[in-house]
């Protein structure tokens, strides 16, 4: 039971968020109804909006509540591109950590016994390899970030490898929303939605592909050394 609790409690913090209404204010409309009081909050506790900014990505990202899009544009809205980027990676890292672990815990024990030989063929894999796989997953802005925390942790992935994937992956994307998100003030004033087709546009998709790429050059060198050496 020990083992499940850390998930349920998860759970339970997620059916509270809906419950309550509170994942509306993850929306373009609950950032533009709150901005001028966000504001104010940074101004006058810069310290203490920096660490509620970092727990509430955390927490969203913990419960996989979606609006990480919301949240990291109005970092950089809200600390400017560099310092809303650096508390994005860390709210999302805290978060991706808390999931992966949750998830580990109470069902790793479950899939090792159902997946048997099987996970002990793919092991060897992921501690010689998952570092770069996932690195290099993590840079593409279109692969969904909850249900990779949520592989990695059923799959048997070393705490290591997954944060620093996690942390090394996701800074481009990072900065790439705060920077919407610095110029967002006059759209939000004309009640307009941000576009954010930028993001899969080919100037900065074609980039963050290339450094995928770049982040399975390793594993793909080994696997040629065994063919053809």
Known sequence: MRR???????????????????????????????????????????????????????????????????????????????LGAALAVTGASLGAVGLFLAARTALGPLLARKAGPWLDRLRPGLERDGFHVLLALRLIPLVPFALLNLVCALVGMRMGPFVAATVLGIIPGAVVFASIGAGLGHVLEAGQTPDLSVVVSWPVLGPLLGLAGLAMLPPAWKWWRARHG
């Open 4 to 82: 499940v609790l850390p998930l349920l409690g998860l759970v339970g913090l997620l059916a509270l968020v809906w419950a309550m209404g509170w994942h509306q204010a993850l929306s373009w409309e609950g950032l533009a109804a709150r901005r001028a009081a966000l504001a104010e909050l940074v101004a006058a506790r810069p310290v203490a909006a920096a660490l509620g900014y970092i727990a509430v990505y955390a927490a969203a990202v913990a419960v996989s509540i979606p609006g990480a899009a919301v949240i990291t544009a109005s970092g950089g809205l809200l600390f400017g591109i560099a």
